[in-house]
């Protein structure tokens, strides 16, 4: 089983950038997707990114693509989501995740693991 804990939000003006990382733990790390959701309150979570476990593949939601970037790195057991371009709308909680399979991964449910979330404010 694997933990995983957020860090790097915080509060940025509208056009900058913040970079969040996610700390797992457990021997496996290589072995799983991660993956990078958010949720504004009252509102549906929503998937944002992912990456495969060798960093193969990654997979963006249309609403970052092009202004967020993820990646990895399994000597680190860490997995980044780089957000540049900030837009107010972007503001809520950040959530990383877990699972052995990428495709489940971006459904969001069911999955192995998932952090406890990080704010992330954008002012404008």
């Known amino acids: 089983q694997v933990q995983l804990v957020e860090s790097g939000g915080g509060l940025v003006q509208a056009g900058g950038s913040l970079r969040l990382s996610c700390a797992a733990s457990?021997?496996?790390?290589?072995?799983?997707?991660m993956g990078w959701f958010r949720q504004a309150p009252g509102k549906e979570r929503e998937f944002i990114a992912a990456i495969t476990g060798l960093s193969f593949s990654t997979y963006y939601a249309d609403s970052v693509r092009g202004r967020f970037t993820i990646s990895r790195d399994n000597a680190k057991h860490t997995v980044y989501l780089q957000m540049n371009s900030l837009k107010p709308e972007d503001t809520t909680v950040y959530y990383c995740a877990a699972d052995r399979v990428v495709g489940r991964l971006k459904t969001g449910k069911a999955l192995d693991a998932w952090g406890q979330g990080t704010l992330v404010t954008v002012s404008s």
């Open positions: 457990g021997r496996t790390f290589s072995g799983y997707a």
